[in-house]
Nanobody, 130 residues
Framework: EVQLVEDGGGLVQAGGSLRLSCKVS????????IGWFRQAPGKGREGVSC????????YYAGSVKGRFTISSDDAKNTVYLQMRNLKPEDTAVYYC???????????????????????WGQGTQVTVSS
């Protein structure tokens, strides 16, 4: 059974940093793509970043590029999302998700794209105060 558990959310002031973690189990870590998504109140779910091919490729939405960094620790079966220079508009519930396909996310014509992922965590709240 595929399981993903997020941690690391919280309340932070604008300009601050947080690191989210996503512990995964139930599948061969390096054969999956792991993505981070977020959903703000009253808004649809937004793809934030993803990591493919055992950490060999990383992708970011334009709204977070240069501020967020996705990484993986294969030994710990954990994917991280380091978030810096946080803004109030980053406030959302953040979810990690896994998919067995090789390319459920990436860049196309210079823009970040993503498809529906197969397995999801429960989410962790990130609140950025102004």
């Amino acid at each position: 059974e595929v399981q993903l558990v997020e941690d690391g959310g919280g309340l932070v002031q604008a300009g601050g940093s947080l690191r989210l973690s996503c512990k995964v189990s139930g599948f061969t870590f390096e054969h999956y793509t792991i993505g981070w998504f977020r959903q703000a109140p009253g808004k649809g779910r937004e793809g934030v970043s993803c990591i493919r091919e055992g950490g060999g490729r990383t992708y970011y939405a334009g709204s977070v590029k240069g501020r967020f960094t996705i990484s993986s620790d294969d030994a710990k079966n954990t994917v991280y999302l380091q978030m810096r220079n946080l803004k109030p508009e980053d406030t959302a519930v953040y979810y990690c998700a896994a998919d067995h396909r090789s390319d459920p996310c990436g860049y196309y014509s210079g823009s970040y794209y993503y498809h529906e992922f197969g397995s999801w965590g429960q989410g962790t709240q990130v609140t950025v105060s102004s």
